[in-house]
């Protein structure tokens, strides 16, 4: 089952030359990220928590990525990694027909 948990900041950072999608729930979250090392840190605040799964079209929705490829791909990563939950299908109630033998 898929983590319910929710974001106010994401954003992008590189380590060791690989790009990742990084969230947090405060904007300092960059000071911990340039002192272990990570480049190209760039953090937005969300207009509202959002949970994973929301995040990444929410991204692609504002461009986000701005044409830099290796953005773009960690994006689509989670993207794929967290879809959108799916809607239990709610059917009609059974209708039971019982027979009656006259």
């Known amino acids: 089952m898929a983590t319910e948990k ?10 060791n030359g690989k790009t990742k999608v990084r969230f947090a729930n405060d904007s300092m979250r960059v000071k911990i990220l340039a002192k272990n090392g990570h480049e190209n840190i760039n953090l937005v605040n ?3 928590e959002m949970q994973k ?11 986000f990525a701005k044409g830099d490829a290796g953005i773009q791909s960690a994006i689509d990563y989670i993207v794929k990694k967290n879809p ?5 299908a709610t059917s009609p109630a ?9």
């Open 46 to 48: 969300l207009p509202h």
């Open 6 to 15: 929710k974001f106010s900041v994401v954003g992008t950072s590189t380590l």
């Open 53 to 63: 799964w929301e995040i990444g079209p929410y991204l692609n929705s504002i461009e």
């Open 94 to 102: 059974e209708t039971v027909v019982e027979e009656t033998v006259a």
């Open 84 to 88: 959108a939950p799916k809607q239990e």
